[in-house]
């Protein structure tokens, strides 16, 4: 798949939003995607580092990630802001509500660390939710 500047990485539909973002952004923008479509897969694949890959197998993730949003109804990014690269990695901070199934709706905001490898931006899992 050719992906255009304005098209998102997650599932190639244009977003004039993503257009402008920066590439560590975008990597948030298909994560919260993937998340609201709950597709595991395209994390794992995609945005987790090479060396939590290694440490958790494929099935193991997915049984997490299902466990871990099985009360989510929806989730809607607010807001992205590219916070700089520093001590090697990238922050964004994500502000996001998210919608669960017993009608609860709250807001968040969450600082998401990034690590250029092989030229794609993969999430920091440890650092960003622990």
Avoid: H
């Avoid at 004039?16 to 993937?34: G, I, N, R």
């Amino acid at each position: 798949m050719i992906a255009l500047p304005g098209c998102r990485s997650y599932d190639g539909k244009f977003d004039v939003t993503y257009f402008f973002k920066t590439e560590p952004e975008k990597a948030v923008l298909d994560f919260f995607q993937s998340l609201a479509n709950k597709d595991p897969d395209f994390i794992y694949t995609n945005l987790l580092p090479d060396k939590d890959r290694n440490s958790i197998s494929r099935g193991k993730y997915v049984d997490e990630f299902n466990n871990i949003l099985s009360d989510v109804e929806s989730i809607d990014v607010k807001r992205t802001v590219y916070l700089g690269y520093e001590n090697n990695m990238s922050k964004v901070v994500a502000e996001f509500e998210v919608n669960y199934k017993n009608g609860e709706v709250k807001q968040y905001k969450k600082y998401i660390y990034l690590t250029e490898e092989n030229n794609k931006w993969k999430i920091i899992f440890e650092k960003t939710f622990i």
